[in-house]
């Protein structure tokens, strides 16, 4: 299990995962400063808003989770391949709904104020899991075929 390079790609995006949600997602400076993180809704902004918040705050721990879960799952490849796609599937809810409690946020601040608005750490953090997780894939996948090359003997 801990032989694998998988193992390493699989505990860096849950730590990634984990770290995102520390970190601000977008920054909108007004006369106050306000931060996108995980589970800060601005309720004047609207219910898409709040939604996307909580839902970019229940992405990032599941994504963690499912990648601490497939590293376990060394036995089972096919399971862990499906984990694996399940992580990439939570890592895009992840970015879409971060990226859409910002756009919301933007609207609502187009309406009253003149703001300046940035990527924050929290984003950034966020960008190696698709590739990470696709090396972990790649790895599962080279693990199978040494398997079945080895079942044929």
Not at 15 to 29: D, E, I, K, R, V
């Amino acid at each position: 299990m801990v032989a694998r390079i998988q193992t390493l790609y699989l505990f860096l995006v849950a730590l990634l995962a984990g770290a995102s949600m520390m970190f601000p997602f977008w920054s909108f400076t007004t006369p106050t400063l306000y931060v996108i993180t995980d589970f800060t809704p601005f309720p004047e902004a609207g219910i898409m808003q709040v939604t996307s918040s909580y839902a970019a705050g229940i992405f990032s721990p599941l994504t963690a989770l499912v990648s601490l879960a497939a590293i376990f799952l060394y036995k089972k490849r096919e399971l862990q391949k499906k984990l694996i796609f399940l992580g990439m599937l939570l890592f895009l809810g992840d970015l879409f709904s971060g990226l859409a409690a910002a756009h919301f946020l933007n609207q609502y601040f187009c309406t009253s104020f003149t703001f300046t608005h940035k990527p924050e750490a929290g984003l950034y953090i966020l960008l190696p899991e698709p590739l990470l997780l696709w090396l972990a894939l790649k790895g599962v996948k080279k693990d199978d075929k040494i398997a079945n090359a080895y079942k044929r003997l």
